[in-house]
């Protein structure tokens, strides 16, 4: 899958991501309270407090294949009782060609985990609503932003 091109001159190698493998790397689901929770959230009428992060990492595999981990954790609560947590790396391989340096991170932290978020959703929705609870359609994530908040941090650390 070619999604990049440079709209260089006519002969200059085309800029190309690829998305070579998507798979989940690891997923825990807990549903500790069940089948109290459930009952719990039924009578309450009330949504329950859910608290959500997002990390991205990407590794290099070879000069132009890239690992790159979306990693979702949450956990969800009615008053103080947890009703279900969940964590998922969900990752993919991405072939990258004719990438300019510059333009490696924001492809490799930003696009590929775009790529990665509505398959990663949809992992998570399921095993919410088979674990008994309605699913959890998880709003859109700003990877620009997480981006940003990572090279920020990166640049407050002091060299090692």
């Not at 190698?13 to 929770?37: M, R, W």
């Not at 609503?129 to 941090?153: C, H, R, T, W």
Request: with cysteine; proline share 10%; net charge negative.
């Amino acid at each position: 899958m070619s999604m990049m091109t440079n709209g260089g001159p006519a002969g200059a190698p085309q800029s190309q991501l690829g998305v070579l493998a998507q798979y989940i790397k690891d997923f825990s689901f807990e549903n500790p309270n069940a089948p109290h929770s459930l009952v719990k959230a039924q009578q309450q009428g009330q949504p329950p407090e859910i608290k959500i992060q997002i990390d991205v990492e990407a590794k290099p595999l070879s000069e132009t294949d890239f690992e790159v981990e979306l990693k979702l954790e949450g956990k969800a609560q009615l008053s103080d009782m947890v009703l279900f947590g969940f964590e998922l790396i969900y990752a993919g391989i991405f072939r990258l060609q004719n990438i300019p340096q510059e333009n490696m991170g924001p492809l490799l932290m930003i696009e590929c985990p775009r790529l990665l978020f509505p398959f990663a959703r949809e992992q998570i929705s399921s095993a919410i609503n088979n674990s008994g609870y309605p699913p959890l359609m998880l709003e859109p994530v700003d990877f620009v932003a997480i981006y940003q908040q990572k090279m920020a941090g990166m640049q407050s650390q002091p060299p090692a």
